[in-house]
C-alpha cells in the first residue's frame, strides 16, 4: 500500500488514468471511519458519509416527531 503524502505518477482505473495523485487519509468525525487513498476516492467517501450520516439524522428526527420509540 502506498504511503500517505506520496505521489503516484500514474493510476489506471475502469474509467480511467490519474496522474500525479497524491495520497490521503480521512476520517469520518461523526462515526470514526477511515479511508486511505487517492484524493479522488477521498472526495466519495466524505460525500458518500455526508449522504448516509444526513439520512440517518433525518430519520431521527421524523421518529422523535412521531413520538419517538
Do not use: W
Not at 461523526?30 to 448516509?52: D, P
Request: glycine share 14%.
Amino acid at each position: 500500500m502506498k504511503e500517505v503524502g506520496e505521489i503516484v505518477s500514474e493510476i489506471e482505473t475502469p474509467t480511467g488514468i490519474y496522474y500525479d495523485c497524491e495520497i490521503v487519509q480521512i476520517s469520518c468525525p461523526a462515526c470514526g471511519e477511515t479511508f486511505k487513498g487517492m484524493k479522488r476516492s477521498a472526495g466519495g467517501f466524505i460525500a458518500g458519509h455526508h449522504a448516509y450520516h444526513e439520512f440517518v439524522n433525518s430519520q431521527d428526527l421524523i421518529i422523535e416527531a412521531m413520538g419517538g420509540v
